[in-house]
């Protein structure tokens, strides 16, 4: 009586999307029934909070397996059922690219590596500006946004799920040096999740302007794949991306290099050397559209560093975290880890291993 179906979504971030749905007796419902098995609700689904913040809620249903409407909800003012759907779409989509990226590129099994499905509830609280990773639920959470509009981009969802994907591999403390690079880890996969979507092409985010001036007047265009964190988070209140890859400072708090008391920050600045050097690595550093048309601060007297490509840079990060690090890894010690897994990989005469170690020294960790 239920058997798997390809719906369509109008989401609000990454335009028009095809949706794995669950065909019902009479109807449909946001269930995903090719990827993922056992946990809370034996497939990878999207609940609805309607606004709770301890109730997981229904399971979206639709009559005719067309989801969404495309537009941000804005609390109190949108009423219809397809605008509510609307976060459902970009948490599934999210949810449903995030898990491919794992198993296409890096052949794990989602989150756990063995395949137990996970869940993403939407509507959490009322104008809730976050989004969350629970160890606990194994689900993802996300608000409708205040400041920022509804938090479900598909940088955010991946970055999200990678949470969970690190809390069941290296497990980095989440607070001190282990905090940053456990902060890292998500958004360098938050960025891979848009590349693996959208391409590495220079054509801008579909129903995307930036409001501030801070990428407009820095990138011009802004890549739908691109190292920028939130970015399709603007507001007329909130008119810049959450993170910078490619010059973390830009946010007035990530520094862009280690130094020894970087530990102090909150993780979500810590992290800003790993992003860096994620950057550099991966993309190098000449200045283009990706480097928003500036020039990657490099330390250490590093004049230039061509880059490897995001699979390498990426592969190696994997390699590195689920066979190296481990709850404790600070700086150096990714250092050393992904060292390893570069010579793991390529050999330790290779290009690819002196990128890793030139981009560490770019970012100060020697
Ligand atoms: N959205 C935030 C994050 O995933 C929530 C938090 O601070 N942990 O980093
Ligand atoms: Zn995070």
Redesign the pocket.
Known sequence: RTSASTGTGLSQYSGTVGLDTNSLATGYELRDMTRGTGGTYGQNVVTNMNHSTSVNGAIYTDADNTWGDGLNYVEGTDTTAANGQTAAVDAAFGMQKTWDLYKNVYGRNGIDGVGTATFSRVHYSTSYD????SDSCFCMTYGDGNAFTTLTSLDVAG??MS?GVMAKTAALVYKGESGGLN?AN?DIYGTMVEFYARGAGTTAIPNYTAIGGTIATVGGVVPAANYLIGEQLETASFTHPLRWMYKPSLDGKSPDAWYSTIKRLDV?YSSGPANHWFFLLAHGSQIDTFSGGIQSPLANGVTSITGIGNDKAAGIWYRALTKYMTSSTVYAGARTATLQAATDLYGATSAEYAAVNLAWKAVNVL
């Open positions: 976050n989004a969350f990773w970055h999200e949470h902060e998500s979500h």
